[in-house]
């Protein structure tokens, strides 16, 4: 009988504690602590300013630094170094796969791939993509679309088609910061001058021009779009909304800085926000709130090292990778309880146990 009471005794306990965690993992803002770890020239980093993460379909995380292409497994670092003399340029930009697990860069040189046999990085048609690459997005069926300092570039079965926005290839139409492919083949294309949408069957562009009180704010950063909905990132004006049915632009959440260095979506509900300058900060676009915030903290474990947020990663685990200037890498090193949290306001399922 005593070893029957004490197996019910502690059942009944753990279902309370199963239920104070669910109680207060699904209040609005309420989260787990996360526990960050660094990366950086100590653990092997080759360049400590990291513009550009990725997280590819095996596993590996890729980081692109000031002078590198870096591939992480968790433990260990590999290093795939730029060549060339210009230091300058040879800042990663972009990150992408193509299928076969084939890793694609783009840097201020131009557009570059991963030998996996030989472990360099290939320039890809250089004598035609001599421009900086800023952006890239894979349509996931064989086709790359490449957002460089020169219009648009567009890499389907070997060839390479440039497209510009512009028939002024001066014009800072041409630089594309951000691209973004709707379902129903619509190209939407950020620029330092404009949004642009590119109709895929015909090529045919229509510009959108964010004019208030007749000043013309349209240099942007980054795009990520949910529903009907883009979000673009810009250098002095924070996020920026435009809605692709209406065509209007808006200004959106205001995250204490107006610096928009990263800007990334799950593409349902939750934006991933990296600022120069206030840290990092996800936002529900339901909500229409900055669910939480991560910010350097002098005093607090869970502190990220800087403010000065070059790159954001949620990677589809929920970890959160965070690359900064001159200080290398933040990710944490479990699942904080955000996103399972957070997922029940965008009708996600319930977190298991």
Known sequence: MYRNERYHIVKNISKYIILLFLLFGFLPGYSLPSVFRGLSVTEGLSDLVVNALYKDSIGYVWIGTGNSLERFDGTRLKHFLISGANEKIKRVNAIAEMEGNQIWMGNGMGLWRVNTEKDILEPIAAETLHYGVRTLLPDGKGTLYIGSEAGLFIYK?????????????????????????????????????????????????????????????????????????????????????????????????????????????????????????????????????????????????????????????????????????????????????????????????????
């Open 157 to 353: 079965n070997g060839n390479l088609e440039q497209k510009l926005i512009d028939p002024n290839v001066l014009s800072a139409s041409n630089i594309i910061t951000g691209l973004s492919l709707s379902e129903d083949g619509i190209l939407w294309i950020a620029t330092n001058d404009g949004l642009y949408s590119l109709t895929l069957a015909d090529k045919k562009i229509v510009p959108y021009h964010n004019i208030v009180e007749d000043k013309h704010f349209c240099s942007y950063n980054n795009i990520t779009r949910i529903g009907n909905v883009l979000y673009l990132g810009t250098m002095g004006q924070g996020i920026i909304s435009f809605d692709t049915q209406t065509h209007k632009f808006r200004p959106f959440i205001d995250v204490g800085c107006n610096v928009i260095s990263s800007l990334s979506g799950d593409g349902k509900d939750m934006l991933y926000v990296g600022t120069d300058g206030n840290g990092v900060h996800f936002i529900s676009t339901k909500q229409m709130k900055v669910l939480r915030s991560l910010r350097h903290e002098p005093g607090k474990d869970e502190s990220i090292r800087s403010n000065s947020v070059y790159s954001l990663l949620v990677d589809r685990d929920g970890l959160i990778w965070i690359g900064f200037y001159q200080l290398g890498l933040d990710y944490s090193l479990y699942q904080s309880g955000l996103f399972s949290t957070y997922s029940s306001f965008a009708s996600s399922p319930m977190p298991s146990f």
